[in-house]
């Protein structure tokens, strides 16, 4: 039986694979990597969504601390001597026509950025309509003088 095969193998003649067995390959070899490319680049994005929604779930608690700490002025003093996150509201100066949901939006962001670490927000003061000028400066620079 092997002297059969032998002589069936060397009387063969020997082929080179044809292009269609090349392209078939190849696009079989392509479309595996593109998938496993794909499930990898799924599974990052669906580790940095929970990661966020976390994070803006920490912001969320975080604001409304903030906003049940702003409401009890009483509390704040006992509070403020805390050196817990949740307690850097207390420390902000409220002015009587600050909106206490904005110092609660920025004390969030304060807590977002710096984290778990002990913070506290002194003041809160605006810097006046740099936002406005910056944004007239940029419409004005935009159009071409003739």
């Known amino acids: ?15 080179s ?5 090349v392209v078939v390959v190849g696009f079989l070899f392509v479309m595996i990597v593109l998938a496993l490319l794909a499930a990898v ?34 509390a704040n003093s006992s509070v403020s001597t805390t050196s817990a996150p949740a307690a850097a509201p207390a420390a902000v100066e409220a002015d009587d026509s600050e909106d ?8 969030a962001a304060v807590h977002t950025v710096i984290g778990d670490r002990p913070h506290r927000v002194v003041s809160v003061r605006s810097t006046g309509p740099g936002w406005a000028q910056e944004g007239r400066r940029q419409i004005f620079s935009s159009h071409r003088v003739r």
């Open 17 to 21: 694979p044809s292009t269609a067995n």
């Open 100 to 107: 206490p949901a904005l110092l609660a939006v920025i004390a």
């Open 41 to 74: 680049t799924s599974c990052i994005g669906a580790f940095f969504i929970k990661q966020a929604a976390r994070d803006a779930a920490k912001a969320a608690e975080a604001a409304q601390k903030a906003s049940e700490a702003n409401s009890k002025p009483a």
């Open 1 to 15: 039986m092997y002297s059969t095969l032998a002589q069936v193998s060397a009387a063969a003649p020997v082929e």
